[in-house]
């Protein structure tokens, strides 16, 4: 199968991974596929996409579908509207948050569900790589929407007072840019970086979670004394925050405060939270009357385990908020928004952001560490082989690598979905105890590592 297809969609440096000629062929497959008569399109300001899109549309209309095609949007713009409109498949051209060099296709089907490992893209990729259909007797035509208004309406909805609170936003040259100011506003507390969409991405990597990314949101929280920084990524389906001192937040902890906004009117509600979720995000679920469910990471895995929930949210390490009133989709805006809102009434109440995630990121976590291990089935094994010599531990899941917990500590290993990795996360009760259990995890995968 052709390099650039992964788990959760269609990714790889452009000219090298893939070219047009795929996703030519992608357009030409993708309507017979999905059964879609009209497919939403939309796109990021990388400097391929124009060529990608341009690709995409003549696969698409050749088949004989018609194509909306939303401009410049971001990913959740695309989740949105699928959902909302009721089409038949969408599709974002976009490489989230890899650096400028890449670029992808991220696929939905009808109500917004994802086309992933186990929903169909393995059969795109076999069917690209065979003789396309002939070409529809008839072309589909091509549409030039402007949705964005409809958009901003959803969102002014959940706008947070944010009076009092002074914020820097950080759209990182990427597609939140198009949104940040009207949902945010203006004014002395609110300031905004790298707001215009470059597909160069010229003042940092577009990735949040890097400490590159995030260090000119740090400095200006620090510069201008303010409560808190807000970071996107490139296509805006992902968002980070530093606190008022510019550290950087983990992302599963927000899953915790999004779950307080939920749970006060839904008790008892499940939240969904990845495999890699810390302990004190779970036990602060509980405690406010929710039922934390770890499952697979991945978007693609994530809106179809929080349908068969009925969750009202959940949350990734690696920042991306799921929502149920956002057609189960993922969207960091939304998730923005409410943060927000309790930032700015923790505010009021004499409590800073700090002071909210110092609740809830009560344990010594290592963080997700990568390693390079050619045979990651034998490393695992290997590791599965070693906790069998340890006290029995308390729960053993394997949906996604294995995770062990026990009473006072609990690690993740899993194989990544884009990367040549294995990952891992331990998380203990004091400094001390991480550093020796991480020191033993790391002794058992030594022989594998390249």
């Not at 971001?74 to 890899?98: D, K």
């Not at 905004?192 to 400095?219: C, I, K, V």
């Not at 996107?232 to 606190?243: H, I, K, Y």
């Not at 010599?389 to 949906?399: H, S, V």
């Amino acid at each position: 199968m052709n390099p650039a297809f992964h788990a959760y969609d269609i990714r790889g440096v452009w000219g090298v991974d893939f070219d047009a000629g795929v996703v030519y062929r992608v357009g030409r497959c993708l309507p017979g596929l999905l059964g879609a008569a009209r497919v939403l399109v939309g796109r990021d300001a990388r400097t391929s996409s124009p060529e990608v899109f341009d690709a995409l549309v003549r696969g698409l209309t050749e088949a004989g579908a018609d194509v909306d095609d939303m401009g410049l949007c971001t990913t959740p713009m695309t989740y949105f509207f699928t959902g909302e409109r009721g089409y038949e498949a969408a599709v974002m051209i976009t490489a989230s948050h890899n650096p400028k060099e890449y670029n992808g296709l991220k696929i939905s089907r009808k109500g917004a569900l994802p086309v992933g490992a186990d929903s169909g893209l393995p059969e795109l990729g076999r069917r690209i790589e065979g003789e396309l259909p002939p070409p529809a007797a008839k072309p589909g035509t091509v549409r030039r929407l402007d949705l964005a208004e409809d958009y901003l309406a959803f969102h002014r909805r959940w706008a947070p007072d944010l009076s009092g609170l002074k914020l820097v936003v950080d759209c990182s040259n990427g597609m939140a840019g198009l949104l940040a100011r009207r949902l945010f506003g203006e004014g002395p507390g609110v300031a905004y970086l790298n707001e215009e969409p470059d597909g160069s991405f010229p003042n940092h990597p577009p990735n949040p979670l890097l400490p590159e990314a995030t260090a000119q949101l740090s400095a200006e929280v620090v510069r201008r004394g303010a409560d808190l920084g807000v970071i996107f990524d490139g296509d805006a389906d992902r968002v980070a925050f530093v606190d008022g001192a510019g550290a950087f937040v983990r992302p599963d902890v927000m899953t915790a405060v999004l779950a307080e906004r939920f749970l006060a009117d839904e008790p008892g509600a499940a939240v969904l939270c990845d495999i890699r979720t810390s302990r004190g995000v779970t036990e602060r679920v509980a405690a406010l009357g929710g039922v934390p469910h770890l499952w697979k990471v991945g978007h693609a895995f994530a809106k179809v385990k929080l349908r068969e929930l009925r969750a009202p949210c959940g949350g990734e390490l690696a920042g991306h908020y799921y929502f149920r009133d956002f057609h189960w989709c993922d969207s960091a805006v939304l998730c923005a928004e409410i943060v927000l809102a309790r930032a700015a009434a923790a505010k009021k109440a004499g409590r800073s952001f700090a002071d909210l995630v110092r609740e809830i990121d009560a344990y010594a976590n290592s963080g997700e560490c990568n390693y390079t291990v050619p045979d990651k089935d034998g490393a695992l094994a290997a590791v599965r082989a070693w906790v069998a010599t340890l006290p029995p531990p308390d729960r053993a899941l394997d949906f996604d690598g294995v995770r062990y917990d026990w009473p006072d500590w609990w690690f993740n290993v899993r194989k990544s979905n884009t990367e040549p990795y294995l990952r891992l996360i331990a998380e203990a009760k004091t400094p001390a105890s991480l550093a020796e259990r991480k020191a033993a995890i790391e002794a058992v995968l030594r022989p594998f590592l390249a």
